[in-house]
């Protein structure tokens, strides 16, 4: 979503070269004024479909990955997957088992703006159950995700938070308990 875009990477317009940023809007239009703004600090952006592969080729020599999309857990298989596109644009789930492409060694932290993202595993299941924690055993060493459901404005707002604070101090812990007051402090 346009809206998104703006407010989660404000910091990147502030900061300029810290960081390489690539969107892919996948099938959501970019306004003109907003496709400027990125074009001003160098921000690559990707057209067609979000499929798990182009996202692969995108972040290849990445240090993070920040993804908005829904995210659903099956609590009867226990399988996380998010909602992406396939090769036509069209909705597809991408499960965790799905999500290999995207690690390679460069590969520091992902953020997950997806809803059951990090749903809890049953006491007696296996520990790494979900797109989070899958991406953790797959070698990402910080992922941050969402255990339930969160409104779009919550998830805008820790969102901002967390980046201001991980630019600050470096520190993804630090950065995520920056993210959570700010939504208790709403």
């Given at each position: 979503h346009p809206q998104q875009v703006r407010k989660l990477f404000r910091n990147c317009f502030i900061v300029g070269r810290r960081f390489r940023l690539v969107v892919m809007?996948?099938?959501?239009?970019?306004?003109?004024?907003?496709?400027?703004?990125?074009?001003?600090?160098?921000?690559?952006?990707?057209?067609?479909?979000?499929?798990?592969?182009?996202?692969?080729?995108?972040?290849?020599?990445?240090?993070?990955?920040?993804?908005?999309?829904?995210?659903?857990?099956?609590?009867?298989?226990?399988?996380?997957?998010?909602?992406?596109?396939?090769?036509?644009?069209?909705?597809?789930?991408?499960?965790?088992d799905d999500l290999?492409?995207?690690?390679?060694?460069?590969?520091?932290?992902?953020?997950?703006?997806?809803?059951q993202s990090a749903a809890p595993t049953p006491k007696l299941g296996p520990p790494f159950v979900?797109?989070?924690?899958?991406?953790?055993?797959?070698?990402?060493?910080?992922?941050v995700a969402m255990q339930d459901y969160v409104a779009m404005d919550d998830a805008r707002l820790f969102a901002a938070a967390f980046y201001r604070s991980l630019l600050q101090s470096g520190l993804v812990d630090v950065a995520v308990n920056e993210g959570r007051q700010a939504i208790f402090r709403k």
């Open positions: 809007p996948g099938r959501t239009p970019i306004s003109t004024a907003l496709q400027a703004r990125l074009a001003a600090c160098r921000t690559e952006v990707v057209e067609g479909p979000s499929t798990i592969d182009s996202i692969a080729r995108s972040v290849h020599n990445c240090h993070g990955l920040h993804i908005v999309a829904h995210g659903t857990m099956n609590p009867e298989t226990q399988r996380g997957s998010l909602v992406l596109e396939d090769k036509d644009g069209h909705r597809a789930f991408a499960f965790d290999y492409p995207w690690i390679h060694p460069d590969l520091r932290v992902v953020v997950l703006q997806s809803c979900g797109i989070g924690p899958r991406l953790v055993q797959l070698g990402v060493p910080a992922v």
